[in-house]
């Protein structure tokens, strides 16, 4: 018998998939908002995208929620900008997003294949992926006068983001541990969160 679509959409599992990315998204705004509590730039912003993409019965689901995720803490973020931040922050928000959804598509390799070593190559794949693409972002989108090393050259701006790079690599790999290995537990122990096409 075939199930019916929406209802996989509202069943238990995607619920605790979204609670567990919600959970994410208040981590990064931790890091945000509260300086020191976390190492610097130890987000889960691409282990979010991995864990979506590779867990969603619905892909498009995989994409959209951890798009819709980091767009609202990104509201809460813009808020406390000063208005000259914003507008730099904005050159470089779409190749952000660009990132989320292309390591959420590359989520979907994981289906069905979710193991410690590929969990971990999805991850440092997806750090490596934000990196180059975002510190590019960066020194398209940098103001002459803007203080930056982008300023000066793309080889300046990639050697000056490879500070930020650690702390995306370590919180990748931990936040991606983090999602999925609690998930990978609770579906142990739960049946209720199965794909329904499992």
Not at 106 to 118: E, I, P, Y
Request: proline share 6%.
């Amino acid at each position: 018998m075939q199930l019916d679509p929406p209802s996989s959409t509202v069943s238990p599992r995607s619920l605790v998939l979204i609670a567990m990315i919600a959970f994410a998204v208040v981590m990064r705004l931790v890091n945000y908002f509260a300086p020191g509590a976390l190492p610097w730039n130890f987000t889960p912003v691409e282990a979010i995208a991995l864990f979506g993409g590779a867990y969603f019965a619905d892909r498009r689901l995989g994409v959209a929620v951890p798009l819709a995720a980091m767009i609202l803490a990104d509201v809460a973020i813009a808020t406390t900008l000063p208005a000259a931040w914003v507008r730099d922050w904005l050159g470089t928000l779409p190749a952000v997003y660009l990132c989320i959804a292309l390591t959420a598509v590359g989520g979907f390799a994981l289906r069905n294949k979710v193991s410690a070593v590929n969990v971990a190559i999805g991850a440092f794949a997806s750090a490596v992926l934000f990196f180059v693409v975002t510190n590019f972002a960066t020194w398209l989108a940098a103001r002459a006068g803007a203080g930056s090393a982008c300023t000066e050259s793309l080889a300046a701006c990639y050697v000056a983001g490879i500070p930020f790079f650690k702390g995306t690599l370590y919180g990748t790999l931990f936040w991606s541990a983090t999602l999925f290995g609690g998930f990978e537990l609770m579906r142990r122990r739960w049946p209720s969160l199965q794909p329904a096409h499992a």
